[in-house]
């Protein structure tokens, strides 16, 4: 709880391990650290009631701040300078592609990779909030976002600007991960969606590839279904991708019930239709993950599959169109809950901090 007669919200800048400095909002309930020089990652999001950071942390954590080479590819690349957490991936979503102007955008776009400016930021004593934009180079995309966090209830408002006069195709979407120790094998699952669409290439250990069934069952390559709404304990050693697809409402959330702690995502589905949904449960042996990690991903997302905007196109995927000098807008809002004493909030709607229904 804040201390009387102090402001409850507060923004500033702190440093991290190796070489980093973050941005942080915080409030008397929640605790948001961003680093805008590497893609304005959302890198811990934190219930400060119990101290835990919701977002998943990958083994190697934070890169060197001042980088270093890597071989292998846009994706090996990448990997390495992913330290979980939650980012913006645009003008592509996995597997490197070929883009206009004959370069290849590479694995999961720029934006989550170049520095932001930070154009503003405050308090208020209640709210926390700061703006920043960037510019990227592979595609004529100007990008800006503005996160506002009030109690409990983070909103994040981020536009897409087509910079150059023709029409341009890209892929946008957003990549929040969940980990230890707020996942375990108590944790639900429930969301807006009623499709469940396995990945044709990559659908992990269980799921038939490309396998169509209704949420929350997954069809397995056996012709049997699992229960996708639950969340496999560490022992459980399982991987999966696929995608939630024909969303009455956009949203999930993911409750522990054992530590009275949940979070939800509620999301406009005119520019994110679907949602990436992404699982590794120390399952996948050699690079990056050698068995090592323990993750959960729903990834609100314009396009699927999340195998780069060239294999969308052909699949029948539908890119988010940008005509000449346009802008497109989202919002998001996320929150941190307790679930303590409230029945059934994991199968519920997602609720702000107040107990107010989340509306986009």
């Given at each position: 709880m ?7 919200a507060?923004?500033g ?9 973050s ?5 008397e309930s929640?605790?948001?650290v ?10 811990s999001?934190?219930?400060r009631?119990s ?14 701040r ?11 690349a ?7 957490g ?6 592509n979503g ?9 370069v ?10 170049v ?7 405050g ?14 180079f ?23 600007t ?5 029409p ?18 108590d ?6 969606a ?14 038939a590839p490309?396998?169509r069934?209704s ?6 390559a ?5 229960d ?10 399982r991987?999966h991708?696929?995608?939630l ?10 409750t ?6 949940g979070?939800?995502?509620?999301w406009?589905?005119d520019v994110?239709?679907h949602?990436w949904f992404w ?10 993950w ?8 729903i990834?609100?997302a314009s396009?699927?599959p999340?195998?780069?905007l060239?294999?969308a196109?052909r ?14 807008t ?11 004493g ?12 107040n ?6």
């Amino acid at each position: 709880m804040a201390e009387t007669g102090r402001p409850s919200a507060r923004v500033g800048w702190r440093e991290l391990d190796r070489g980093w400095r973050s941005l942080t909002l915080q409030t008397e309930s929640v605790e948001l650290v961003l680093l805008p020089d590497k893609g304005c990652d959302v890198y811990s999001w934190t219930d400060r009631r119990s101290g835990i950071d919701v977002l998943f942390k990958t083994p190697w954590g934070l890169p060197d701040r001042g980088g270093r080479g890597w071989t292998g590819g846009s994706q090996a690349a990448w990997l390495a300078h992913y330290p979980g957490g939650w980012q913006v991936l645009c003008p592509n979503g996995g597997a490197e592609s070929e883009a206009p102007g004959g370069v290849r955008w590479g694995f999961h776009g720029e934006a989550c990779l170049v520095s932001w400016a930070l154009d503003d930021c405050g308090d208020d004593g209640t709210t926390a909030w700061a703006e920043l934009s960037t510019r990227l180079f592979t595609a004529p995309v100007a990008m800006r976002r503005r996160l506002r966090l009030r109690g409990r209830t983070l909103t994040l408002e981020e536009s897409v600007t087509n910079t150059s006069p023709d029409p341009l195709e890209v892929m946008w979407s957003h990549h929040p991960a969940f980990g230890a120790p707020f996942l375990d094998g108590d944790c639900r699952i429930a969301c807006g969606a009623r499709t469940v669409l396995a990945d044709d290439e990559a659908p992990g250990t269980m799921l038939a590839p490309g396998g169509r069934s209704s949420w929350p069952l997954g069809t397995t390559a056996e012709g049997d279904h699992v229960d996708l709404s639950r969340v496999p304990g560490p022992e459980d050693r399982r991987a999966h991708l696929a995608y939630l697809t024909d969303f009455a409402d956009g949203w999930f959330s993911i409750t522990n019930p054992r530590l009275g702690l949940g979070v939800s995502l509620r999301w406009p589905l005119d520019v994110f239709p679907h949602a990436w949904f992404w699982q590794e449960v120390q399952s996948t042996p050699g690079h990056p993950w050698w068995r090592d990690a323990y993750v959960a991903a729903i990834e609100p997302a314009s396009t699927i599959p999340a195998q780069g905007l060239e294999a969308a196109r052909r699949k029948g995927g539908h890119p988010l169109t940008l005509a000449g000098r346009q802008t497109r807008t989202t919002l998001i809002e996320g929150v941190l809950f307790s679930t303590a004493g409230e029945g059934n909030q994991d199968q519920a709607r997602p609720r702000d901090g107040n107990g107010e229904e989340m509306t986009t």
